[in-house]
């Protein structure tokens, strides 16, 4: 029996548009997808870093349509209401140890946060309206995530960087944030920023803001890696941070090249915690053994499997490249043992044999031949369930004294003068010489002795309006000494602050060279008049 030839052409339309459509939304990925992955790593001075990351994508609008089986509803209404091309907040408690856990890896790059409420978002709104969509977003957010993030409505307590602040990206493919894209430049205004930047330091942080969070998730706390989430082991570490990225190209006004299609959502929560079999004679020197740990003695629960929602869930064990630095050197008494997939090593004993190993390679380790990078030790999580559950341990056997990877420049920021009333604000940058080579760009590394090597650092500072900066004082001084100012500073954008309107912005791009010991940058200021009802609340004087 044959087909009619009315039949024949409606197939062949329907198989046209196929195409096109496909064409046209770049043959995407048309389902969600959730992933969860869990990273353990231990520290140098004995305690355990655990990082969460689920990451939650969801493709465009225009393919998936507007019901979700596992994008948050929350979230989804968020970026279509105020239209929001990138946003970040996060719930900091503590302050993260740059000197002990390091500070030159993308993971503390990406989620070491200042204690207390961050919040920045990049809009895809006219101009004119950036300022209502930022308040009306706080006030979203303050509702979602029982917090008062509300307080940053007022225009006293946000600022509107203009090139100094760089929104962390996912990775290079996910690149959205050029200049172009965050400034909008009109020749009556000057340059006008699409992105909002506030902060609230002294907000607290508690399990009111964490249920929520985790109510995000597919399977919420139930199931997964997120059943590992134990409110007191969590809340009695030393730092705790929880983060919510959101990226979007569902708006697109410029007409730029997408890079991401859809909404992604990333929550992660980082946590330093100290193992509950710490030594505690009381004698220990720096050749103590370190303490051993395991998920079940971190968490107070053994993980019984993955959320059935996600695609992938994994656990990863790292052991960073300085440690792996000293684990070769001990291995080369041992030539029989090597750092690939099974239980025992000469200085460790990992109580589950990981599925595969993962070696990192660097610029220099693929110059030199010599291991330079990390090593992780990856677990899948499907395999494992309640009758067999994973319980991922690591038990030390030999001393072992390590440094983690630390930033070439290390910066403070501290206060000089006498009196509460006026005085200097210092940000010191001091080198760390254990760096004998500095990242200058993408595959490049410089020596800090040759001549005419340089590196540029920026230096993005908002201080409350009541504290008047006087910039006409401002100083650089470089290995102590001092230098004019358009010698060192390649760039500078200045926003006075303006009483109960606008808090001061200084944005300065520094471009000094490989080889400095420390610099310094000193503006003098005085504090302004405040009200009896806007003084912050201070328990010792109630």
Not at 115 to 142: C, K, Y
Not at 294 to 300: K, N, P, R, T, V
């Amino acid at each position: 029996m044959g087909i009619e030839p009315r039949r024949i052409k409606l197939l062949l339309i329907l198989a046209i548009a196929a195409i096109f459509h496909c064409t046209s939304v770049r043959c995407i990925h048309t389902e969600e997808e959730f992933t969860e992955e869990l990273l353990l790593k231990p520290l140098p001075d004995r305690k355990v870093l655990a990082h969460f990351h689920f990451t939650n994508s969801l493709p465009p609008t225009k393919v998936h349509g507007r019901h979700h089986r596992l994008f948050p509803k929350a979230i989804y209404q968020l970026v279509q209401k105020f239209s929001i091309r990138e946003m970040e907040l996060s719930f900091t408690q503590g302050r993260w140890d740059y000197e002990r856990w390091g500070g030159f890896d993308p993971l503390s790059s990406a989620n070491a946060k200042p204690p207390g409420v961050e919040l920045w978002a990049l809009f895809d709104v006219p101009i004119d309206q950036i300022d209502a969509t930022w308040r009306n977003l706080t006030h979203a957010l303050s509702g979602l995530f029982c917090a008062s993030i509300n307080f940053l409505e007022s225009s006293a307590t946000y600022a509107s960087p203009h090139w100094s602040f760089r929104p962390s990206l996912v990775n290079d493919d996910h690149k959205i944030n050029d200049a172009e894209h965050i400034i909008n430049y009109d020749k009556t205004k000057g340059p006008s920023s699409r992105l909002r930047y506030g902060s609230l330091p002294r907000e607290a942080v508690c399990t009111e803001n964490l249920t929520p969070w985790l109510k995000l998730l597919p399977c919420r706390d139930k199931a997964g890696l997120a059943a590992l989430m134990d409110r007191p082991s969590i809340y009695r570490g030393f730092y705790h941070s929880q983060r919510l990225y959101v990226l979007s190209s569902e708006f697109n006004s410029e007409k730029t090249e997408k890079q991401h299609e859809g909404i992604m959502l990333q929550q992660t929560l980082t946590l330093v915690l100290q193992p509950s079999n710490v030594q505690t004679t009381g004698n220990i020197n720096k050749q103590a053994l370190q303490p051993s740990w395991s998920i079940s003695s971190l968490f107070g629960r053994e993980l019984i499997g993955q959320c059935l929602l996600a695609k992938s869930s994994s656990v990863f064990l790292e052991l960073e490249r300085t440690l792996v630095e000293k684990l070769e050197s001990a291995r080369k008494d041992n030539t029989n043992t090597s750092l690939v997939v099974g239980t025992n090593y000469p200085s460790f004993h990992l109580n589950t044999v990981p599925d595969r190993v993962l070696k990192e390679t660097t610029v220099s380790e693929s110059m030199s031949g010599m291991p330079d990078g990390s090593i992780m030790f990856e677990f899948l999580v499907d395999k494992y369930n309640e009758s067999h559950p994973l319980n991922v341990g690591l038990t030390w056997k030999a001393p072992v004294v390590w440094l983690s990877l630390l930033a070439p420049f290390r910066a403070n920021r501290f206060l000089m003068g006498s009196g509460n009333a006026r005085g200097s604000i210092v940000i010191s940058l001091k080198a760390d010489k254990s760096h004998k080579k500095i990242w200058v760009d993408d595959g490049v590394y410089a020596l800090p002795g040759v001549a005419g090597c340089h590196i540029s650092l920026l230096v993005f500072q908002v201080v409350p309006w009541y504290v008047r900066l006087y910039f006409h004082t401002f100083q650089v001084f470089i290995d102590g000494q001092p230098r004019p100012i358009w010698d060192v500073v390649k760039k500078m954008q200045i926003s006075p602050a303006e009483d109960r309107k606008s808090p001061g912005v200084m944005e300065i791009e520094l471009e000094i060279p490989c080889n400095t010991s420390s610099a310094a940058l000193i503006v003098n200021f005085d504090k302004g008049f405040l009200r009896i009802d806007e003084y912050p609340p201070d328990a010792n004087q109630e």
